[in-house]
């Protein structure tokens, strides 16, 4: 039976044809399922939990936490940093399977204000969000005139079709 340091992969056998199968063999494999079993087990009940409450899981279990990225692939340094406390847990994977080392991703900053990736242009219309657009990405967001679309109020679908297909 391996010890905590010892890796239960690293104990497969690997028999050649005709070899008998031992239980020393059923064991490590069986050994080896568990391992999977234990990390996927901490990783789907430490889903969207704070890190700080995972970190303390994974410690009492013995997992050493020697990699934490967050969704946008920042890598922070130190687990320990308080920065990290109030970030959700969105993945645990091990570096090595069967090794007591995992790798965590968590959430940016603060949730309460997500990042922005382009600007709101709800409610306003072609050319107020055009020029919204062009005040964040400058002459790069709209290239070329507004596309002209036929009316198609109080036409039948085959008559809109029609329409469209000329």
């Known amino acids: 039976m391996p010890n905590e340091t010892e890796n239960p992969f690293d104990l497969l056998p690997m028999p050649a044809p005709g070899d008998p199968i031992l239980a020393d063999h059923f064991r490590a494999l069986a050994q080896s399922l ?3 079993r234990e990390v996927s087990n901490l990783a789907g009940q430490l889903l969207g939990r704070e890190f700080g409450e995972a970190r303390a899981v994974l410690q009492s279990a013995q997992f050493e936490i020697s990699r934490v990225v967050g969704v946008f692939g920042r890598e ?3 687990a320990d940093e308080v920065d990290l406390d109030v970030r959700r847990v969105l993945q645990i994977a091990p570096v090595e399977l069967g090794a007591r080392r995992l ?5 940016e900053d603060s949730p309460a204000e997500p990042a922005v990736f382009a600007p709101n242009l709800i409610d306003l219309t072609y050319d107020e969000a055009l020029e919204r657009m062009r005040s964040v990405m400058g002459e790069a ?3 070329g005139p507004a596309m002209v679309v036929p009316g198609l109020i109080s036409l039948t679908p085959k008559e809109a079709i029609e329409q469209l297909s000329s």
Not at 103 to 107: F, K, P, W
Request: charged share 15%; glycine share 0%.
């Open 103 to 107: 790798a965590v991703v968590v959430s």
């Open 34 to 36: 568990l391992a999977i």
């Open 141 to 143: 967001a709209v290239i």
């Open 76 to 78: 922070y340094e130190e």
